[in-house]
């Protein structure tokens, strides 16, 4: 199953609309936005996303597709069969 990111349209004052063109483009994830995720404080402050329903924040949008990215990566090997 592929990993769902989710952002918030009123979040883009803090650059998360360049994040979710830059992870859109992106074959490995889904990504979906929404006009409200219902988190005002953390939208106020800083730039944040969920990615399978787990909110992830970080001081710079650049900072937050990191995050997102070893989230993504995390959820990736959990997914992966051993090889055994």
């Not at 074959?27 to 944040?48: K, Q, R, S, W």
């Not at 070893?70 to 990736?76: F, G």
């Amino acid at each position: 199953m592929r990993p769902i990111i989710e952002l918030c349209v009123n979040n883009v004052h803090q650059g998360t609309d360049q994040l979710m063109k830059r992870l859109a483009a992106l074959p490995e994830v889904d990504v979906i936005e929404y006009g409200c995720l219902g988190n005002c404080g953390e939208c106020f402050l800083f730039p944040y996303a969920y990615v399978n329903g787990e909110i992830v924040a970080a001081e710079t949008a650049e900072q937050l597709y990191d995050v997102i990215m070893e989230q993504v990566r995390e959820i990736q090997a959990w997914e992966q069969p051993d090889a055994d």
